[in-house]
């Protein structure tokens, strides 16, 4: 039972323009949100998160959004650059500290 | 201050042979987590401990053990391994309650034959 699904394994973008990267849940006792990005090699670094509380959540270039009547949270980057090319995992958590990750997505901005 | 670190990065096994990841963090975190990476799976969590002592089971816990006799160190063991635990595994440590200062170590990509 897969609990948080990103639903688009990849998606590819042109540098400067804004990707959105897309998260959906079904558990509804999930109040946090976190969005981690990870580069080959390495582990996941966190980027962003939001709580249950909030709708938006920005951070320079990175904004999170989340519709909690529709189960469904977003990464936006804009602009994206060559640089954010990475696997993005969205992850949440019901009021504890164990977190539950989606599949990942891997985004590929190309010059 | 090397945050967490994770031996050995790369490990090949024959099924059935037993061997231990390591993890060690200098971060003074209390909370200590292990995940498996595997493709279309993103991550998933092991075992995890609150604290010196206390262990508890993740979602994928079978073929696994893990300890904590200190609070640097959570080494994962592989009882008998096999080739579904081939996979690349991650170490985690966080201040507990504090979802997102959850940091992770660089990984160790494990193949068993």
């Known amino acids: 039972d897969q609990q948080v699904k990103q639903n688009s394994p990849s998606l590819s973008v042109q540098e400067g323009r804004i990707s959105i990267l897309n998260c959906d849940y079904t558990?509804?006792?999930?109040?946090?949100f976190l969005w981690y990005k990870k580069y080959p090699a390495e582990g996941p670094t966190f980027l962003i998160s939001?709580?249950?509380?909030?709708d938006k959540n920005e951070d320079g270039r990175f904004t999170v959004f989340l519709n909690k009547s529709a189960k469904h949270l977003s990464l936006h980057i804009v602009p994206s650059q060559p640089g954010d090319s990475a696997v993005y995992f969205c992850?949440?958590?019901?009021?504890?500290?164990?977190?539950?990750f989606g599949e990942g997505t891997q985004l590929t901005v190309n010059p | 201050n090397a945050g967490v670190t994770q031996t050995p990065k790369f490990q090949v096994l024959k099924t059935g042979q037993s061997m231990t990841l390591q993890c060690a963090q200098d971060?003074?975190?209390?909370?200590m987590s292990w995940y498996r990476q595997d493709p279309g799976m993103g991550l998933r969590l092991i075992h995890y401990?609150?604290?010196?002592?206390?262990?508890d089971q993740g979602e994928v816990p079978n073929g696994y053990n893990v300890s904590r006799s200190t609070t640097e160190d959570f080494p994962l063991r592989l009882l008998s391994a096999a080739p579904s635990q081939t996979s690349v595994y991650f170490c985690?440590?966080?201040?507990?309650?504090?979802?997102?200062?959850?940091?992770f170590g660089p990984g160790t990509r494990l193949t068993v034959l």
């Open positions: 992850a949440a958590s019901a009021g504890g500290s164990r977190l539950t």
């Open positions: 985690a440590t966080q201040l507990a309650g504090l979802t997102d200062t959850q940091y």
């Open positions: 939001i709580s249950s509380i909030k």
């Open positions: 401990s609150v604290g010196a002592g206390i262990t």
């Open positions: 971060m003074n975190h209390e909370y």
């Open positions: 558990n509804s006792m999930f109040d946090y």
